[in-house]
């Protein structure tokens, strides 16, 4: 998958795809349907995603809490597994906010990127204001030269598939509902870090990784598969992980560390995708150090009979 950052100056092997526009933030299954139909047009045109960076929301409400299912690079390693030819990252910016409608297409999706088709969501917006809906944008479509469709929105029993009900469902710690939405389990992915190796002294050496940015699903134990992606321990793995600020240590920033199941080896700086299959527990503090042992030697045994079982 070749990812584009820019409209401008493309070569021609990058323009004309047959591409899914949107947000994409988590690649619900109702994001994939909407990449589907767009693979799906009989054109022959590479398929591609377009989408912004940073999220819109960044840009607008700078102050919010963080909100996103998944970074950057989670998001595109979805997008290749899914089939994606050509990830277009769109910098989003007040400039490009401010485009009506008519310019946006005019001057992005037909002298820049040059697109065969477009597939939309049924609340798909653009331009400046949101002025422009998925109807707009068929009826410009249609005048400019290129085929647009618009996807209709996904329900799973009863109760339609979106990104805010996704957030709800893991900040109540049901990450299988939110799995359930998202058509794969909810995945944090990054970097490595070097932490307080408290975990190594405790029997339990854990992987840690930042939040910085990413909605913060209900802190807790979970039950996780993990996937190493980089490096020579390169692989997947079962293991639990302990996701919030570390009560019993007078923890600061909420993080993620996750201990692999029959694992040794040294994982700085390699990237790892930790899926949530299961919340465990709550964060708890405890009396004793060997109280807290005793309760991970029992996280681990549930977290093993549960990820068996799938």
């Not at 054109?43 to 409400?61: C, I, K, Q």
């Not at 700086?269 to 930790?274: D, F, P």
């Amino acid at each position: 998958m070749r990812i584009l950052t820019t409209w401008q100056g493309l070569e021609p092997k990058d323009r004309g795809a047959s591409v899914a526009m949107g947000n994409f933030d988590g690649l619900h299954l109702g994001h994939q349907s909407v990449i589907a139909e767009a693979a799906a047009t009989p054109s022959g045109a590479p398929l591609g995603v377009v989408t912004f960076e940073p999220h819109p929301r960044e840009v607008f409400a700078p102050d919010a809490p963080p909100f996103r299912l998944m970074n950057r690079a989670a998001r595109a390693h979805r997008l290749e597994k899914l089939g994606v030819q050509r990830l277009y990252e769109l910098p989003f910016t007040r400039d490009l906010a401010a485009m009506p409608p008519e310019t946006f297409v005019d001057e992005v999706l037909v002298a820049g990127l040059g697109v065969s088709h477009v597939v939309v969501g049924a609340d798909f917006h653009f331009g400046k204001g949101r002025a422009g809906s998925a109807e707009d944008l068929r009826t410009l479509g249609a005048a400019k030269g290129f085929g647009v469709s618009i996807a209709k929105l996904i329900e799973t029993e009863g109760e339609e598939i979106s990104s805010t009900a996704i957030r709800t469902a893991l900040s109540e710690g049901r990450p299988r509902d939110a799995a359930r939405m998202l058509g794969h389990w909810h995945r944090i992915e990054g970097q490595v870090q070097h932490g307080e190796k408290r975990g190594r002294d405790l029997g339990f050496p854990t992987a840690n990784m930042e939040l910085g940015g990413l909605h913060l699903p209900r802190f807790g134990v979970y039950a996780v598969k993990a996937d190493v992606l980089t490096g020579p321990h390169a692989g997947s793995y079962g293991g639990a992980a302990s996701l919030g600020v570390r009560p019993m240590f007078d923890g600061a920033a909420p993080n993620l560390e996750t201990f692999l199941f029959d694992f040794d080896g040294d994982l700085y700086g390699a990237e790892l995708s930790v899926a949530l299959v299961d919340y465990l527990r709550p964060e708890m503090s405890f009396d004793a150090i060997e109280e807290l042992i005793a309760q991970m030697k029992a996280d681990c045994a549930r977290a093993r009979d549960i990820l068996g079982a799938l």
